[in-house]
């Protein structure tokens, strides 16, 4: 068998590989969509009959419509609130050159290598030992702890292509330091600030191992399925699993498309 | 004219030196949200927990003389079982993860070329979607009835029992749920060995297996270790995949946490069990992120 040969068969020995590990991630949320179809209150496959009368029960129930608005308010502020952090967190993550750095870079990190449960029920007794009452508020708090450095990441991955030249140049050319910042930092970090933002709001809004612990009453739409799936099945429970899949997925596209439209709104401009 | 009038001369045509145009310490002041952040709402938690931790059972403040009975608890009792089950359960999870991940991360970084970004997407996605979410899809997946078992009845006529609520299935939701965990690192440190290497490696006459082991095994340990351990220490606290995959199969030591803290109402015991699985997890994540250097792997030193 010649070399070229081999290359070509171990190639596309890793490409199926590759793909069926993604079919492999697909599957389970394929079962859920697949499963919020059925007309049964208990799931058996073959389906025997479809519908989408739960659907109609999901629109129009007043608990689902409380659980979405929880889980998106805390979705909104978390990523608002951890996309300012984060910003300055990564220019001094990659960008500037100072004397605590290396150590800041590893205390920022700790959060992400932290058993998320343990997290939240240290949060719990922390918030009830200084007399806060847990609601969606501290969930939110809950949620920035493990966020915000994950966002610190994503847009530090970008601060690290920046050229310092820039900034110095505009200082030399007498912009001030908050002009700087607006009209040349924030422009070439955008791409991060813009998918760490998103980042932080499907993470939050997927989030339940934190969420479990620390939103006290309220209730967040993960918390609600994973109390019916314990207890308590109902097939609102594909039905409304469903629906937020589909949530998440059509805020990754429409964050992706207007994206890619103001990219190439911008290259127009650029290139007239 | 002397060199003292020149210089005032010059000094005068310039525009006035602006004060504090650039600040002392940038970098500081750039963190200091983050760090005052984290101060309040993540290292505060874990200090309360290890304040609680010596107080003695079933109190709820810190006003009681500090005693270690909470620890002699937790050793004298059987809590080292879900310890060391959760600690199995981890250490086979990033095996089998390492094995699976190779080949892809492999290909994402130095074959794939332009399908890769489309890759990354791909398995980014999923992670957007609820945990439990994805788990409870398993369970439709493999309860009895369900789309395999289902399937393999109706068409092939085959009965089998269902691997839900055992040791693989949890397993299986351990592997599933931090795949990207263990891939993403991967694929970063596989990038940071560089094309010349490789090639002078084989031109040098070193076969596939010497140039794996010798070349890109170690140029791409940093990726391996983080993503290893990142996967490690969220399987070994892991809490929704025992409980919606596994039944009572196990009982992972973040059950026993969680129980202690809420239906055992005892915040001291929960607290002495946080604070050692918080000291072994820490200890590796610390060592190992002195050890490797994040700006390389983060972004100055990719290769291609």
């Not at chain 2, 002699?72 to 079982?81: A, M, P």
């Not at chain 2, 990142?230 to 992972?252: D, N, R, Y």
Request: a positive charge; aromatic letters at 12%; charged letters at 15%.
């Amino acid at each position: 068998m010649t070399e070229a040969r081999k290359k070509r068969i171990t190639h596309g020995l890793m490409a199926a590989w590759s793909g069926s590990i993604i079919v492999f991630l697909y599957l389970p949320i394929l079962c859920v969509v697949l499963a919020s179809f059925s007309r049964q209150r208990y799931f058996r496959f073959p389906v025997p009959a479809f519908d989408t009368k739960w659907y109609d029960r999901a629109f129009s129930s007043l608990t689902v419509r409380d659980l979405v608005s929880t889980s998106l308010s805390i979705a909104l502020l978390v990523a608002l609130i951890s996309v300012i952090l984060a910003f300055f967190g990564a220019l001094a993550f990659a960008r500037f050159d100072w004397r605590g750095r290396r150590i800041y870079q590893r205390l920022v990190l700790l959060p992400i290598f932290f058993p998320q449960a343990v997290l939240g029920l240290a949060l719990l007794i922390w918030f009830s030992s200084v007399g806060i009452i847990p609601d969606w508020r501290t969930a939110v708090i809950a949620h920035l702890v493990w966020i915000v450095p994950i966002v610190t990441l994503v847009i530090s991955i970008q601060a690290y292509s920046f050229d310092p030249a820039l900034e110095e140049a505009a200082f030399d050319l007498g912009a001030t330091r908050w002009q700087t910042l607006k009209e040349v930092t924030l422009p070439v970090l955008w791409p991060g600030v813009v998918s760490g933002g998103l980042f932080a709001f499907l993470l939050s809004w997927g989030n339940f191992p934190l969420s479990l612990f620390t939103t006290g009453a309220d209730q967040t739409v993960p918390e609600w399925l994973y109390a019916k799936m314990v207890s308590g099945y109902t097939p609102l429970v594909p039905t409304l699993g469903a629906l937020t899949t589909s949530g998440a997925a059509l805020v990754l596209i429409l964050g992706y498309g207007s994206w890619m439209l103001l990219r190439r709104r911008k290259s127009q401009r650029a290139s007239p | 004219m002397t060199a003292a009038t020149e210089s005032t001369l010059s000094d005068s045509t310039r525009p006035a030196p602006r004060p504090q145009r650039r600040l002392r310490n940038p970098g500081l002041l750039a963190a200091l949200p983050v760090l005052i952040f984290l101060a309040l709402a993540f290292a505060a938690p874990l200090l309360a927990v290890l304040g609680y931790s010596f107080m003695p059972e079933g109190t709820f403040d810190f006003t009681f003389p500090p005693t270690i009975e909470n620890y002699h608890t937790v050793f004298s009792g059987s809590y080292y079982i879900s310890f060391v089950k959760s600690l199995g359960l981890a250490l086979v999870t990033v095996a089998l993860l390492m094995v699976i991940c190779w080949p892809i991360a492999y290909g994402m970084a130095k074959i794939f070329g332009r399908w890769a970004n489309l890759m990354t997407l791909a398995i980014v996605i999923p992670l957007f979607v609820s945990e439990n979410i994805r788990l409870f899809g398993w369970v439709l997946f493999l309860i009895k009835g369900g789309v395999l078992l289902g399937s393999l009845q109706t068409w092939l006529g085959i009965e089998a029992e269902s691997i839900l609520y055992d040791v693989p299935a949890i397993v299986l939701g351990l592997v599933y749920v931090y795949l990207p965990f263990t891939l993403f690192p991967m694929v970063l440190g596989i990038s940071m060995v560089s094309r010349e290497v490789t090639e002078a490696a084989f031109d040098m006459g070193a076969s596939r297996w010497q140039v794996f082991r010798e070349v890109e095994l170690p140029l791409a340990m940093p990726g391996i270790l983080i993503g290893g351990l990142l996967t490690f220490i969220l399987s070994l606290g892991s809490l929704a995949e025992s409980k919606i995959l596994g039944g009572q199969a196990v009982i992972m030591i973040a059950d026993e946490i969680e129980t202690a803290f809420t239906f055992g109402q005892n915040w001291p015991l929960g607290s002495a069990l946080s604070v050692l699985l918080i000291l072994f997890s820490g200890t590796l994540v610390i060592t190992l992120l002195n050890w490797v250097d994040l700006d390389r792997i983060l972004g100055r030193g990719r290769d291609d």
